[in-house]
């Protein structure tokens, strides 16, 4: 059980870090973004589009995505840091999806499954 624990530390760290450039990325781009925790733990930062609504922007680590929704536009490569910022800040600035924020849900385990 330790190393489970240990690898889920570093993944959390590795998170925050990813979000950390994140966040200074978009604040040179002129959108403000607050890292925090959800309620549910998880590392992400706070962003606000041109209406004044608010999403949480994720780190997905098995696809190297920043994401704020279950849409498939509403994910960016984290491989490269300053074109995941403007795609993040643009989708911002156009505004974010109708609706409550939805989750992405995606089981890896369904998708090793189907390879055996």
Same mark, same amino acid.
């Given at each position: 059980?330790?190393?489970?624990?240990?690898?889920?530390?570093?993944?959390?760290?590795?998170?925050? &870090?990813?979000?950390?450039?994140? +966040?200074?990325?978009? *604040? %040179?781009?002129?959108?403000?973004?607050?890292?925090?925790?959800?309620?549910?733990?998880?590392?992400?930062?706070?962003?606000?589009?041109?209406?004044?609504?608010?999403?949480?922007?994720?780190?997905?680590?098995?696809?190297?995505?920043?994401?704020?929704?279950?849409?498939?536009? &509403?994910?960016?490569?984290f491989l +490269?840091?300053?074109? *995941? %910022?403007?795609?993040?800040a643009q989708?911002?600035?156009?505004?974010?999806?109708?609706?409550?924020?939805?989750?992405?849900?995606?089981?890896?385990?369904?998708?090793?499954?189907?390879?055996?």
């Open positions: 059980m330790q190393g489970k624990q240990i690898i889920k530390e570093r993944q959390r760290a590795y998170s925050q &870090e990813l979000l950390t450039g994140l +966040q200074q990325e978009l *604040a %040179a781009r002129e959108l403000p973004a607050v890292l925090g925790v959800t309620t549910d733990g998880r590392p992400a930062l706070e962003v606000t589009d041109g209406r004044g609504r608010a999403r949480w922007v994720f780190v997905h680590l098995p696809f190297c995505w920043f994401y704020w929704g279950e849409q498939h536009d &509403e994910r960016t490569s +490269q840091l300053p074109a *995941a %910022a403007d795609r993040i989708a911002a600035r156009d505004g974010w999806h109708e609706g409550e924020q939805g989750e992405l849900g995606i089981d890896l385990s369904k998708i090793a499954d189907a390879y055996r």
